[in-house]
Each structure stands twice: as C-alpha cells, then as structure tokens.
C-alpha cells in the first residue's frame, strides 16, 4: 500500500469515527471501521492498524474531540474521500436518463450513498445519508446565511444530530410544517412525537449553537416556533368549514372559534394538548411570510413520504377512503414532499382527479411546493433524502417539478428511479 493510500484509508476512517456512519456514535468501535473499510472499500485490515490510523489521524489534527467529534481534512483529500463513499456509475446513470440536466437543471447536487451489506433497513441506512448532507449543509453555512428550514422524520432527525458549531452569524431553524403527534384517534401521531419538526429545529439550533455557547447580540442560533397543526382531519375540521379554519389558523381568528372547547394543537407546539388562552394565535407559514422570514430561509433539509398504509396522509382521514382507493386506481401516486401529495410526471388528470389532489393539499398545512420551487428559483437550496425504494416515486415526481437541489439516496431508491423513469416514457409517453 502506497502512503497516498493509507492516507486516503486513513482519512476514510476518520470520516465514519467522525461522522458516525453506523449511527452508534458514541460506541462506534474499531472492528466496526474495520468491517465499512472491508465491505465498501476492498481494504482489509486489523483493528490494531484502524487504531494507529486513528491516533494519526488526531495527530495531524484531522480528528478533533474537544467537545464533541469534528473532521478537518485538507480540501484535495476530503474531495478523494466523498468520491470514495458515492456509487458513481449509479450517479452518471441517473443524470444522463432520469436527471438529465437538461430535463433537471434544478439539481446541483446528486449523491448515490454506498452502504454496506449489513445495513438491510431504512434506519440503518439514513446515518450514511444524513453525514453526506450535514457536510454539505456546513459547507454551504456562511455570515450571510440566516434560516435553515426542516421538516420533519428520521432523516431530517439524523442530519441535525450531525451539525458542528457555527461561530459566526445570526441563524434560525424554521419548522416547514405544524405538530404531526396530536389529534385524537389518529393511529400515526403517538410513534412520531419525537421526530416533529419543532424537535428537529430545537436540536439543529443546539448542535449549531455548540456545547455550553450563549447568544449574544453578535452571534445567535434559534429555533422559530410554528405552533400550528400539521393537518387538518375531517372528522375535526368539514368541508364547509375547511377554508374558515385555514383562514384562522393563518391568525385571522381567535382558534377556539373552530376547535371549541377542546383544543387541538399546542401553544408550544410539541406538546399533545395545551390550553389555548383567549385571544391568543398560532404562529403560522402566512405569518412567517408577512415577517419576511421565509424569504429569510437559504436551506431547506426535508425528505420525501411514500403514500403507505400508514403515512400520515393516508391516516389522518383527509379524504373520504373511498376517495383515496379511487385516487390510487386511477392516478399514479408518487407521494408527498413536506406532506404535499405530487403525482408521477406525464400523467392526464381528469377535473375530479384534480380537485381530489387540490383538497388533500389544503388538509396538509406544510410550506406548499410551489413555495419551494419559488424559493429554489431564489437560489435556496432545497436538500432532500430517501433511504427506502418505496420512496422512489416521490424523489423522481419532486426532481422533475424542480423543488431538489440536492439529492442523498443510497443505491436501491436510485435503481428504482431508473425504473420508474422507463416507466413513465414508456405507459405515460413523458418527455417523448
């Protein structure tokens, strides 16, 4: 082996000690290094050689634990490691058929994530995602940047648990979407409570705020309440009453107009139930708008919902079920992006296939899509993550509707995107 190898060896262990790749951060150990090397890079070593590199590696200063574990390798040997850690014949496949730039100029960023064997599930593939878009997250952090947006979930979950400290500007973490953890009756809300996106922006403002910091006048990070609802179920709010209650919860209104006596959703946001005093209004995406801080917003870290059993859209009893089972029979799906329903591209919708979609995405009170490709054409980055095939649909429809800017997927969901591709030119006719 070279020293340019064992450099690079070197380095590649330094990054999955730093960023914590298995997801065991804190007890990550050297025979688990020793197995990402032999399965995804055909280097085979001991564990006493991954411990030499490591203390090296703190040696010439690329490891860091003062508070917390940091990576700092030169530029050259940085750009060596990302291009090690990628799948880029997946990569070069999909921007020359499903992403051409040509069709999806929006896209900057593509990355394919190499995941080892041993990692058969959702959850242990999302570390390996979430370390590529923290990186790039950091990297593209600046004195000018003042809003991070999130929304909610695992992936957006694992991203923010991977941030370092920012030691300059002044930044807000900007819920994308209301509580999804309460309502009563709703089968979804209890397993989520801990991932809401009020959480995720707590947790985010605290990595980037760093261990024991303060904020003072020159220098602060918070996370901006949204106490809102992230959907409206019809069993709480009708038809009738759906454009009166948007208008209230917009802060039109006082709340208790609507939900009576009984609230809904919390004044805190990530609480199940909290009393709503009188006269008293949720902070709302209309409001952050007419506050500027949308516009305010330079990254937005998301991912994308495959419409299952047990997604939120289809649990929340936004529609009629014999609505929903119509909608799937006659139109393909692909999911939702921030809980906003989006359909697979070259598709003929009919009036009522329309109108289905346009209510189901007024139930989901998340920053709309066309918000989000509004604010990618304003030169917000948009990061989005999908560690399952299921997926797919979702990450092809929101590419090709120009609201992704970056893209982390490991191999599975982007050889189902080349599927789908083939699918939607061929039964659709799109882009023929």
């Keep these: ?149 999130w929304a909610w979930g695992k992936h957006c979950l694992a991203v923010a648990d991977r941030l370092s400290e920012v030691d300059y500007g002044k930044l807000e973490c900007i819920p994308l979407l209301g509580t999804t953890a309460i309502g009563r009756g709703i089968p979804f809300a209890e397993h989520v409570r801990d991932r809401q996106a009020s959480r995720v922006c707590e947790l985010a403002a605290r990595q ?43 802060g039109f209104d006082e709340v208790q107009q609507i939900f009576g006596e009984e609230p809904y959703f919390s004044a805190q946001g990530d609480d199940d139930v909290a009393e709503l005093r009188p006269g008293w209004q949720p902070e709302s995406h209309t409001q952050l708008k007419k506050k500027g801080k949308l516009s305010n917003i330079n990254a937005i870290i998301t991912s994308v919902g495959a419409l299952a059993d047990e997604s939120p859209i289809t649990s929340y009893d936004l529609l009629p079920a014999r609505q929903i ?21 070259g598709q003929t919708l009919s009036e009522k296939t329309l109108d289905k979609l346009a209510r189901l995405r007024r139930r989901a009170l998340s920053l709309r899509i066309r918000d989000m490709i509004s604010m990618v054409a304003n030169g917000t980055e948009i990061h989005v993550l999908a560690a399952r095939p299921n997926r797919a649909e979702a990450v092809y429809a929101a590419v090709h509707l120009g609201a992704v800017t970056h893209l982390y997927i490991d191999e599975a969901v982007a050889n189902r995107v080349l599927e789908l591709d083939q699918m939607c030119r061929t039964e659709f006719g799109y882009l023929q």
């Excluded at 024991?212 to 009453?241: I, M, Q, T, Y």
């Excluded at 089972?325 to 591209?345: I, N, Y």
């Design 1 to 149: 082996m070279t020293t340019r190898d064992k450099d690079l060896c070197m380095a590649l262990v330094a990054h999955y000690y730093c960023t914590g790749a298995t997801g065991e951060r804190s007890r990550l150990k050297q025979a688990e290094l020793g197995e990402l090397l032999r399965t995804l890079h055909d280097v085979d070593v001991d564990r006493s050689q991954i411990s030499r590199w490591l203390k090296q590696a703190r040696e010439r200063g690329w490891v860091e634990e003062i508070t917390r574990r940091s990576l700092n390798l030169p530029d050259a040997l940085q750009e060596q490691v990302e291009a090690r850690l990628v799948n880029g014949s997946l990569q070069q496949r999909l921007r020359e058929q499903a992403f051409h730039p040509k069709l999806c100029p929006r896209l900057k960023k593509l990355v394919v994530v190499l995941t080892p064997r041993t990692a058969r599930d959702e959850d242990a593939r999302i570390p390996y995602l979430a370390s590529h878009c923290a990186i790039h997250l950091m990297n593209s952090i600046t004195r000018d940047t003042r809003g991070i947006g």
């Design 208 to 250: 980037l705020r760093g261990v024991g910091a303060r904020d003072d006048e020159d220098r602060w990070v918070r996370a901006v309440p949204l106490s809102v609802p992230a959907f409206l179920p019809r069993h709480l709010v009708a038809d009738k009453d759906l454009p009166v209650a948007v208008k209230l919860i917009n």
């Design 325 to 345: 089972q119509s909608l799937r029979k006659t139109t393909h799906l692909a999911g939702d992006l921030a809980e906003q329903v989006m359909v697979l591209p």
